[in-house]
């Protein structure tokens, strides 16, 4: 019998208490009744991005749509954007941003390591006129976190927008909005916030808006000012995701029944469980000390094809690792630790990866992951 356990980096698994609020029936978007739920689950969403001044905006699409949202609301025409690159997800921001018709100079960072501040700074010293500074703050493709709270500060000293994707990063990492100054934050509902893919979220700030009300590029479904005015109407421009909304209620006040600051410290733990399983078995980690709490990028073993082990724990057993993509494919396995986890899932995690590596050959001790993963969540290690 196979069980789904999806262990990838968005969608995420969904606690059956949220599904369930998404087959509520049916209620009509302007009423009463959803603008309450509306209106509650945007002052949640500050909770989230630990933001007080800051107005959050949910979007109907996946994590893209408020990528592109960010690049349309944010620009002129004729602006100069900086954009840091260390894997696919910084890659697309350069892409919005080119397609836009925004003169994009970019930081190209080595796969499986996080962007120095410092390089971000001498790119910021010798281009004026820069005007939007991209990052990422959990790098998925990778398994790389950045130091947004180190980049912030240099941005802003520099006059420039710090516009960042958190997608796969909220819920598992801090992200404090407000203490860090961040002017523009975005996440989608199926990485850490425990939902089914098809919302986003936007949090911007004061200095955003400034900026957002001389923007002149092209908008009209992703026009944050229009979603500004219906907001203090605790309502939305067009038609809502109505049942993806309820559900997100549910997942909010899981969320905060646990605590943020209990959520960050699940995810450290299990992923530092996760990354010492990993190392128990004699695998390298891809991001060594750049390793982010949502997922473990781990090295593929020489001679052993991970993706062919992937394929075979999904198909057979349900257990659902991912593996690189493009010129990472076949190099790593990625074993994603957001959201709906908690120590067993980690335990069936690393006894599929055993199992795995075992059927391919490779000279695993079986046990030997299980048992440590199993001796730091007991609190013996
Ligand atoms: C998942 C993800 C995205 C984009 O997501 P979609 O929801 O597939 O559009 C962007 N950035 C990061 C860091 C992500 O993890």
Redesign the pocket.
């Known amino acids: 019998m196979k069980k789904n356990y999806l262990f990838t980096?968005?969608p995420t698994m969904v606690p059956a208490e949220v599904s369930l609020a998404e087959a509520l029936p049916m209620i009509h978007h302007r009423t009463p009744q959803f603008s309450q739920i509306f209106y509650e689950v945007s002052e949640d969403l500050k909770y989230l991005f630990q933001t007080k001044t800051g107005e959050v905006f949910t979007l109907m699409s996946?994590?893209?749509g408020a990528?592109e949202a960010c690049v349309a609301n944010v620009l002129a025409r004729g602006q100069k954007a900086l954009v840091v690159i260390s894997g696919k997800?910084g890659e697309?921001w350069a892409e919005l941003c080119t397609c836009f018709g925004i003169e994009t100079i970019t930081i190209d960072v080595e796969n499986g390591k996080a962007v120095n501040p410092s390089d971000i700074e001498a790119v910021l010293k010798k281009t004026p006129g820069i005007k939007v500074v991209f990052t990422?703050q959990?790098?998925?493709s990778t398994g790389v976190v950045h130091d947004i709270k180190a980049i912030s500060p240099i941005v802003k000293k520099y006059g420039a927008l710090m516009v960042v994707?958190c997608?796969?990063a909220i819920g598992v990492h801090p992200l404090m909005m407000d203490e860090w100054a961040i002017d523009v934050a975005i996440t989608?509902s199926?990485?850490g916030c425990m939902m089914p893919?098809g919302l986003a979220f936007a949090c911007v700030n004061s200095t955003a808006w400034d900026v957002i009300e001389k923007a002149d590029l092209p908008r009209y479904y992703w026009d944050f000012r229009k979603m500004r005015k219906d907001l203090k109407d605790k309502t939305t421009p067009f038609t809502p995701a109505v049942s993806l909304v309820m559900a997100m209620k549910t997942a909010l006040d899981m969320l905060k029944k646990e605590g943020i600051e209990n959520v960050w410290k699940r995810h450290a733990r299990l992923a530092h469980a996760t990354r010492e399983g990993a190392k128990a078995l004699g695998l390298e980690l891809f991001a060594g000390e750049y390793s982010s709490n949502v997922l473990t990028a781990i090295k593929a073993p020489k001679g052993i094809d991970v993706d062919k082990i992937i394929k075979k724990l999904r198909d057979e057993t349900g257990v659902t690792f991912t593996g690189g993509q493009d010129e990472l494919k076949g190099k790593i396995i990625r074993i994603g630790h957001m959201g709906y986890v908690n120590d067993f899932d980690m335990l069936i995690a690393i006894a599929a990866l055993e199992k795995g590596l075992y059927e391919a050959g490779y000279p695993v001790q079986l046990g030997e992951g299980l048992a440590t993963v199993q001796s730091i969540l007991v609190g013996k290690k």
């Open positions: 980096p968005g996946s994590g893209t990528m997800f697309r990422t959990s790098e998925t994707d997608i796969s989608g199926q990485k893919p």
